[in-house]
């Protein structure tokens, strides 16, 4: 796609907020980063937002994003809570990675947020195209910025994109976590998978966690980042405050 084809695109008009999800780690009882999740400021979700989305209006809605994201963050002061940031991208709106990139750079060099705090994270669930996407995240990590693979093992690019490149991070798709410690055939994929993942040491993180029973079967496979509503809730325009202790994640299963 050239680059007079994105700019000549349509504007994303729906107004658009964010809310924010932590990605713990177990361990220290830190937050390793906040993910940015898309919501309408009318309240709409992410899915009826990301409806709206078409081949139009793609490219604006992600630089919207990126930019959102980053402000809003740093409004929340993240960045002094020394944790990460996570941006969603669409790698189909990225037409060049270092001019698609310049947006981000100076939402952040106005609002002081650090770039090494920034993890661009994409989903495999979006039919991509591999070589365009390994040329994104390449360049993505030559500037400084962490990588990581959304919905692993739920979509499109899968084992032969990780054959190829190794991000930083890769995000297990939740219907691999949900009910996880009743599922022999889940704790088989999902061990192996980490098993795979930390010989190529890419970071696992588990998500959709909602029990304190998916959370000890994870721990005891030797998970330590964790997100999911056990956890907190995602907050809007917020840092939600996280659940840490062994009691509270008892009663919140219960």
Known sequence: MSCAACRDGAAFDLPITMAFQP?????????????????????????????EVSSDNRYAFDQLCRKTAIEQAAACGLASAGANLSINFLPNAVY?????????LAAAMQTGFPLNNIIFEFTESEEIDVNHTLHILRTYRAMGFKTAIDDFGAGFAGLGLLSKF??????????LIREIDTSRVKRTIVSNTIRML??????????????????????DLG?????????????VSALPPVSWSRSMILAQSA
Do not use: S, W
């Open 23 to 51: 990605i713990v780690d177990i361990e220290t009882e830190r937050v390793f980063a906040y993910e940015a999740l898309v919501r309408g400021m009318d309240g709409r979700g992410a899915g009826a937002i990301l409806a």
């Open 96 to 104: 060049e990675p270092r001019a698609c990139i310049r947006v981000t």
């Open 166 to 175: 190794q991000p930083d991070i890769v995000k297990l798709d939740m219907e």
């Open 198 to 219: 930390r010989e190529l040491d890419i970071e696992p993180v588990c998500e959709g966690i909602e029990t304190a029973g998916e959370h000890d079967v994870l721990r």
């Open 223 to 235: 998970v330590v980042l964790m997100q999911g509503y056990l956890f907190a809730e995602p907050a």
